[in-house]
């Protein structure tokens, strides 16, 4: 028998998130994930109309084909990849992952190559601009660990967060997304961080499950040389399998100029990857309620009400400030009281405190009016 919140979550994420109509073509790839739930949406596809095709991975073949990769080898990868990708008009990426340190091992030279051709060919260069997709994890016994739960206490949270009602929440960020469109300064404050940056003409996204499920955020890029300053993250992060914590970052003139964290070695290769690196990509603002702590997962806790991310390396389309890298690191700064607190001013207007919306037309937002 299907868990009944698979169907839940498949209709979620066939009907709304991507939106499918008949006769489209939409891409699952799921990795190390339940058969069932792969199953459950091809029926929901096939009964919105849409033609399923289906990817299955497995992270530790993943690993392999990385650890042993050769040029020639990550192109037949990349071509035969992009052409699925090409052909149809939405995608659907499924990803669960019982050992979330399974890269970690992997000398930086396997993950460039991998980043450079697999990864841009196929995920920027096609997916992300050209597809309508979605991406989400699958609850492990690994992932309730970092969150320090039981297994099913987790899974009851995971389902909770991702079947919540986005289009609800859509609606509440649309005066956020306006105030984002018009600011030109915005400053950031909190302990350890002073920040100033200019948005403007950048834009503003609405993220209300249409791309990753779980979702809840707003997201802008800083004008590329317009960073000043220093950040303080508080949230531990994750990068090809390595985790960091006390990232800290200083700013000159837009590029990175002193980067610091309990594995400052490794921080800095990341950002020493290409010229990009060290500019910042994007800046976001999380206001999902039902997350409120970091999972060292960061389709989680990039949404985190309360929470800002400041990314390191390539800008989306959507809001490009012409900063492009092979890299895009999110890493996240929790702003509520409990973690210390924090305040985000748009042209001097004070928009945010401690976690919660001040101005009225943004308290919408706050956990209390979301949930």
Not at 19 to 35: H, Q, S
Request: charged share 25%.
């Amino acid at each position: 028998m299907i868990d009944p919140r698979m169907t839940q979550l498949a209709e979620v994420l066939i009907n709304y998130s991507t939106a499918l109509k008949p006769g489209e073509k939409i891409l699952i790839e799921a990795i190390d994930v339940p058969v069932e739930m792969t199953c459950e949406l091809v029926r929901v596809a096939r009964q919105a109309g849409g033609d399923p095709l289906v990817t299955l991975k497995s992270n530790r073949v993943n690993r392999a084909l990385m650890a042993n990769g050769s040029e020639s080898q990550m192109d037949l990868i990349a071509t035969t990849e992009a052409l699925r990708m090409e052909n149809v008009a939405a995608y659907i990426g499924l990803r669960g992952n019982p050992n979330i340190a399974e890269l970690s091992d992997l000398p930086d030279d396997k993950h460039k190559l991998y980043q450079s051709s697999v990864w841009k060919r196929v995920h920027l260069d096609i997916r992300i601009p050209k597809t309508r997709w979605v991406v989400l994890r699958w609850p492990s016994p690994s992932m309730a660990q970092q969150a320090n739960r039981s297994t099913e206490s987790f899974e009851d949270f995971y389902f909770d967060v991702c079947t919540m009602d986005y289009a609800r929440m859509g609606r509440a960020m649309e005066p956020l997304v306006e105030r984002m469109k018009a600011a030109d300064e915005v400053k950031i404050i909190g302990p350890g961080t002073d920040l100033t940056f200019s948005i403007k003409g950048i834009g503003a996204i609405p993220c209300d499950g249409k791309l990753n499920i779980p979702d809840g955020e707003v997201f802008s890029a800083p004008v590329r040389n317009s960073v000043n300053g220093v950040l303080q993250y508080n949230a531990r992060t994750i990068y090809q399998g390595v985790v960091h914590d006390n990232v800290r970052l200083e700013f000159t003139d837009g590029k990175i100029t002193k980067a610091t964290s309990t594995n400052t070695e490794h921080l800095n290769k990341v950002l020493d990857s290409d010229e990009g690196a060290r500019y910042i990509g994007e800046f976001a603002i999380g206001c999902n309620p039902y997350i409120t702590e970091p999972l060292l997962d960061i389709l989680f806790d990039e949404k985190i009400a309360g929470s800002i991310h400041f990314t390191p390396g390539n800008a989306y389309d959507e809001t490009n400030n012409g900063n492009k890298s092979t890299i895009h690191w999110d890493m996240v700064c929790l702003q509520d009281g409990a973690h210390g607190g924090g305040e985000i001013y748009f042209d001097g207007q004070l928009i945010r405190k401690d976690g919660l919306f001040v101005a009225d037309d943004l308290k919408g937002l706050n956990p209390e009016n979301l949930k």
